[in-house]
C-alpha cells in the first residue's frame, strides 16, 4: 500500500502535539458500536500508548448487539467496555472515532472539547477538536486509522490487523459498498498479517434465538412499493436489528431502497439503506427527521432518532407510519396504501 509518508509523519506529529498534555485518555465509539467503530479506536489507542505513551482506554455507550460484532470482542480479547462514571476521573482527555459529538448517535456529550477527532462521516459545524481528520471519500474509519498505522512503523499484532480487516470489509460490505482505492489497498494490507481462522469465526457466529424471533417479525411486517421496501418492527431488546433488518431486505431483487424503523429505550430509530451509489442517504434522512430528531450517514446508509418517551403508543406508531410516507414521497411514489406484503399468504390446496 502507498502512502505519502511525509504527509502521516506531519499527521502524527500534529497528534502527539494535541495530547501533549494528556495524563489519561478515553477514546469514544458510537453508542452501540460496530466493528468499523471498535477497531478504529483500538487503533488510534494503542498509537497514543505506543507513540505517545498517553495511557488509553476504550468506551461506548449502549449495548454490542449483533453476533457478529459480540464474536469479534470475544475471540479477539478486545479491551473495549461501557463507559462508567469510573472513567470519568478530573483531568481525563477525550478522543471520538468514526462519530462526531451532538450529532445524535452518542448518549455522551464530553464535559471539554476533544483533543481528537477522527472519522468519515460529513463535517457538522459543531464539530471541534485541536487535532481533527474528517475524510468523507473513505468507505471506512478504518481505513483512515490503518494509513496512520501503517506510517508509524508500529509492529502490527495479528489481533489489531483482524480488527481492522473486519471493521473495513464490514462497513463496505466486503468492500462492495462504499469501498474506495483506499479502503481496498488498507484491505489487502491487512489481510496477510490477520488471523483466518478468527475472521471467519467473527462473520458466522452461532446466532441466538431472538435473531430468528426478529427477523420472522421483519418478514411479516415489511411492505413494497416499485423500488422501495420498508419495515416496521415495534419495539426491540437490540438497536442493532433495525440497520441489520435494513440491509437484509435490501437484498430482496428489483429493490434499491430500504426502511426500517423500531423503538428502543423510548426512541424511535430509523435506518435507511440503497444501492444508489449517488442515493444522499444520509442527507434524505436529515430532510426526512427534521428538526424532530437526529440523523446522519453517508451516501448508500444512514441512521437517525427521534425521541418519544412522552408520548403515548398510538402517536409513536403514527410518527413511524408517517416517517414511511414521505419515505416514500421522496422517492416520487404518491400512495402509501398501495404497499403490498412481503410475504403473501400461499392459498391451501
Known amino acids: ?52 505513551k498517553v495511557p488509553a482506554i476504550v468506551r461506548y455507550g449502549g449495548i454490542v ?57 460529513s463535517h457538522r459545524k459543531t464539530t471541534r477538536a485541536d487535532y481533527l481528520d474528517i475524510r468523507t471519500e473513505y468507505g471506512a474509519t478504518a481505513t483512515i486509522l490503518t494509513e496512520y498505522l501503517l506510517a508509524s512503523g508500529l509492529e502490527i499484532s495479528a489481533q489489531l490487523a483482524t480488527a481492522l480487516s473486519y471493521g473495513i470489509s464490514s462497513e463496505t460490505q466486503d468492500l462492495g459498498r462504499e469501498a474506495r482505492e483506499t479502503d481496498i489497498q488498507a484491505y489487502l494490507a491487512l489481510f496477510p498479517l490477520s488471523n483466518k481462522k478468527l475472521l471467519a469465526s467473527i462473520e458466522h457466529p452461532k446466532l441466538p434465538r431472538d435473531y430468528f424471533i426478529t427477523l420472522n417479525r421483519a418478514m411479516h411486517h415489511s411492505r413494497i412499493y416499485k423500488n422501495a421496501i420498508a419495515t ?24 434499491s431502497w430500504s426502511i426500517c424503523v423500531g423503538r428502543f429505550q423510548n426512541r424511535i430509530i430509523v435506518s435507511i439503506r440503497t444501492t444508489n451509489i449517488h442515493g444522499h442517504a444520509g442527507r434524505f434522512l436529515r430532510q426526512l427527521i427534521g428538526k424532530r430528531g437526529t440523523a446522519g450517514g453517508h451516501g448508500m446508509i444512514a441512521g437517525g432518532q427521534i425521541t418519544c418517551g412522552s408520548m403515548e403508543h398510538d402517536h ?6 408517517e416517517l414511511i410516507k414521505n419515505f416514500l414521497k421522496k422517492l416520487g411514489h404518491k400512495d402509501a396504501s398501495e404497499m403490498t406484503p412481503l410475504l403473501v399468504t400461499e392459498p391451501i390446496s
Open 65 to 121: 448487539g449483533r453476533a457478529e460484532n459480540r464474536a469479534m470482542i470475544r475471540v479477539l480479547r478486545l479491551r473495549v467496555k461501557p463507559l462508567s462514571d469510573a472513567d470519568l476521573k478530573r483531568g481525563t482527555d477525550f478522543a471520538f472515532v468514526d462519530m462526531q459529538p451532538k450529532t445524535g448517535n452518542s448518549s455522551f456529550s464530553p464535559p471539554k472539547k476533544p483533543v481528537i477527532i477522527i472519522d468519515h462521516h
Open 316 to 321: 409513536c406508531t403514527g410518527i413511524e407510519e
Open 232 to 255: 416496521s418492527l415495534g419495539e426491540v431488546d437490540n438497536p442493532d436489528f433495525i440497520a441489520f433488518i435494513a440491509d437484509f431486505m435490501l437484498r430482496c431483487e428489483r429493490l
Open 1 to 52: 500500500m502507498t502512502i505519502n509518508l511525509e504527509s502521516y509523519r506531519e499527521r502524527l506529529e500534529k497528534i502527539g502535539e494535541a495530547l501533549k498534555d494528556t495524563k489519561r485518555l478515553v477514546i469514544m465509539t458510537h453508542d452501540n458500536p460496530d466493528p468499523d467503530s471498535i477497531s478504529s479506536a483500538l487503533t488510534l489507542a494503542y498509537i497514543a500508548k505506543s507513540m505517545f
